[in-house]
């Protein structure tokens, strides 16, 4: 089970960081996405996390704004976004796989529920 939360609204330039929880896994090697979807687009990849390896990925738009880091002792994933843009809004959710990331949505099997990041300019 995942639960995704922290969203919410800010100005262009401020800061949110999203926290994803999870519980249930029986593996130590799984792999933490988190993805986007603004209204009228498709599903976007935003950052990966591998747990085997501490492996990391951050599609291109949030590279140096954006940070995934997570917390074991609390089962927590947490995405820190900095310099928050107006295109950053939408939707966001964490998925969970067994073993490596992927930026492919269809390869998670397990998603939370969304929360809604907006940002105003």
């Known amino acids: 089970q995942l639960q995704a939360f922290g969203g919410g609204l800010v100005q262009a330039g401020g800061s949110l960081r999203l926290s994803c929880t999870a519980s249930g896994f029986t593996t130590d090697d799984y792999a933490i996405g988190w993805f986007r979807q603004a209204p009228g687009k498709a599903r976007q990849g935003v950052s990966c996390?591998?747990?085997?390896?501490?492996?990391?990925y951050y599609t291109d738009s949030v590279k140096g704004r954006f940070t995934v880091s997570s917390d074991n002792a609390k089962n927590t994933l947490y995405l820190q976004m900095n310099s928050l843009e107006p295109n950053d809004t939408a939707v966001y959710y964490c998925?969970?796989?067994?073993?490596?990331?992927?930026?492919?949505?269809?390869?998670?099997?397990?998603w939370g529920q969304g929360t809604q990041v907006t940002v105003s300019s």
């Open positions: 998925a969970a796989k067994v073993r490596g990331y992927s930026r492919s949505d269809y390869l998670y099997d397990y």
């Open positions: 996390f591998s747990s085997r390896d501490g492996s990391t």
